[in-house]
């Protein structure tokens, strides 16, 4: 099952348009949609799943009634040949932070990114103009160029952000992504975590 790939800070990152969409703090989860199989697989960024993890156990059936049936009607107007279909969505809810939820919180799924197989990821606008009036889409926070002055905003928290933002720009194998974080979300890993904040950050 595709893995979400790594995305780099704003060091080096190409001067050019994107769209910055909100970097919700939760748990990255993936879902596999087979044509013949239906959604059937289920992932962390790193492991699968199923309904006797006790992690994530209840995302299952909250993306059931909340994302799949809306995401698959897109994905069969939009992309009828598909073959295999991956999506991701952010596990959160209001007391998430680093990967860690809080029991008993109300728990959502954003859904961020598309994966269509042997095409990629579709590009920002694609996702926009698709899947971006469907409940629960990662939200914009930005279109314009990915400057020094857009990553200075992000970083003292001129934008209504917590963690911070996902730049996206281009599109298909010409597709680039980058994150920056707010140094107030900065100071609360140190906070919480110590010397492994890196591990956290960007």
Request: aromatic share 14%.
């Amino acid at each position: 099952m595709k893995t979400y790939p790594t995305i780099l800070g704003p060091s080096k990152a190409p001067k050019k348009p994107c769209i910055a969409f909100y970097k919700y703090d939760g748990s990255n989860l993936r879902w596999e949609w087979q044509r013949k199989r239906g959604w059937h697989k289920f992932g962390t960024r790193r492991r699968l799943f199923d309904h006797t993890d006790e992690q994530f156990k209840d995302a299952i059936p909250l993306f059931f009634e909340t994302q799949a049936d809306q995401i698959l009607a897109v994905v069969k107007k939009k992309y009828r040949d598909a073959q295999k279909v991956i999506v991701f969505t952010e596990y959160v809810g209001p007391n998430s932070f680093a990967g860690q939820h809080e029991p008993g919180d109300e728990m959502k799924l954003v859904l961020f990114d598309v994966n269509i197989h042997t095409k990629g990821l579709v590009g920002p606008r694609e996702f926009l103009k698709n899947f971006g009036r469907l409940e629960n889409v990662a939200e914009v926070v930005y279109e314009g160029n990915l400057n020094e002055q857009f990553i200075d905003d992000i970083r003292h928290s001129r934008y209504p952000v917590n963690e911070g933002v996902v730049c996206k720009g281009g599109s298909g194998h010409n597709l680039w992504m980058r994150k920056i974080k707010t140094l107030k979300y900065y100071k609360r890993l140190k906070e919480s975590f110590g010397e492994k904040w890196k591990e956290y950050w960007e």
